[in-house]
């Protein structure tokens, strides 16, 4: 077990660096108040505790509606911990970790131990961000790999959009998931960020009069009318960098094909995509991750509307796009429509996800306003996200 945690100079706790920020870049709002005073209180347990004498310390499972400063508040409280013994992934690249350290070693006996065995060498204090199971392997790994973890010590913090209780909820399969639902609550404290106010907008708004906060609606990059073809010749002639021939490019071992790109994997990289071509086919989370840590400008022209005739009805528990709303959670089961394009939503959805999440530049045309690019369905509380991030990533 590292022991970098173990020892800490003169630094700043998560509550008094987030203090400090108030009425600068923070307004004030008791349910992030809450939170960070339970993640100051989990700071101090970690950075002062005798290892020779410790007990079982509680993780943190922080949860709640988009832009409500998750994300933010992990990332204040990992930064101040101590350089040694943490690690901080996205849920995504989490889970892509430990599919590519199975795959190493297969034939060998309890790969899983060797994997978890092998992260308790590098961390104790494991966070990871936008916890979110939709895929039935990854349900079945995490069970064994976080009972593995758990019993070496390890302190998960995790954010995500949903409670403990709904992971994986409708899932195939879903009774092989629940050991590890039961696991998570009773090694991390539940917190409910329930604040009233999407920080990104709000901030954003702060910036601009509404005027020109409706007008970034349908555009994100530069101007309202954006000519792809002129942007990307004077960003290459403003960076130095060359545009290469090419009509496609690979992809996780696929080729998808460009509208133009530069060289890859060098500063400045640049790669202009129709929709159509990243979202329509069979893309996975794979393919996205790896064209945000090959360029750093993403150009992306043709969204279209998310819109179609219903293709199917589902039951669920709950709610996906109420969470905080009472009656919805009262009534228990309801029925989900499926559009069309649903699909290709989802695809969009993950893209921007990673496109955000690697801070990579953003260049985007749709074809209606951001806020009607996705208006009923089963994703739209997850759109809602999409839309906080898209309105964000304009102003950067």
């Known amino acids: 077990m590292p022991d970098g945690l173990n020892h800490i100079s003169t630094l700043n706790s998560p509550l008094a660096v987030y203090q400090s920020q108030l009425g600068e870049k923070l307004v004030e709002d008791l349910s992030q108040l809450q939170a960070i005073n339970t993640l100051d209180t989990l700071f101090w347990q970690l950075t002062q505790q ?13 949860w709640g509606d988009v832009g409500r400063g998750k994300t933010f508040l992990m990332d204040l409280f990992y930064d ?26 297969v034939g060998q006996q309890d790969p899983l131990v060797i994997v978890a065995k092998n992260l308790t060498k590098e ?65 991390t404290s539940l917190l409910h960020l329930n ?19 409706v007008a970034t609606f349908k555009f994100i990059g530069m101007t309202a009318e954006m000519d792809f073809s002129i942007i990307f010749a004077d960003l290459i002639a403003a ?19 460009v509208k133009s790109v530069t ?28 064209i945000a840590t090959r360029y750093d400008t993403v150009m992306l022209s043709g969204v279209p509307q998310f819109a179609g005739e219903v293709r199917g009805w589902i039951k669920a528990r709950g709610t996906e796009d109420g969470i905080g709303d009472n009656q919805a959670q009262i009534t228990g089961e ?57 309105m964000e990533m304009s102003q950067n």
């Open 80 to 105: 101040c911990l101590p350089q040694k013994g943490k690690l901080r992934l996205h849920f995504h690249h989490f889970m892509a970790r430990i599919h590519r350290d199975l795959k190493a070693l």
């Open 334 to 390: 309801r029925i989900l429509s499926y559009g069309e394009n649903d699909d290709m939503a989802r695809r969009f959805i993950s893209l921007i996800d990673e496109l955000y999440d690697q801070k990579v530049s953003l260049y985007l045309s749709s074809d209606v306003p951001l806020a009607e690019l996705y208006l009923e369905g089963a994703l739209k509380f997850e759109f809602r996200r999409t839309y906080s991030r898209l």
């Open 263 to 290: 060289e890859s994997n060098c500063p400045n990289s640049m790669v202009w995509f129709d929709f159509y071509a990243l979202c329509e086919g069979p893309r996975s989370q794979l393919d996205y991750m790896e």
């Open 123 to 187: 961390c104790r204090i494991l966070c990871f961000d936008e916890f979110f199971v939709s895929d039935i392997g990854d349900a079945m790994i995490l069970a064994g790999l976080f009972e593995c973890l758990f019993k070496q010590g390890v302190v998960l913090v995790a954010t995500s959009n949903i409670p403990i209780e709904r992971l994986y909820e409708n899932g195939l399969a879903r009774h092989k998931f629940l050991p590890c639902i039961t696991l998570l609550q009773q090694h």
């Open 195 to 213: 604040g009233k106010q999407d920080h990104r907008l709000h901030r954003l708004r702060a910036e601009q009069n509404e005027s020109e906060f």
């Open 50 to 62: 005798n290892s020779t004498t410790s007990l079982p310390i509680k993780g943190l499972y922080l």
């Open 239 to 257: 960076t130095n960098l060359v545009q290469i021939n090419a009509s496609s490019i690979e992809i996780c071992h696929r080729e998808i094909s």
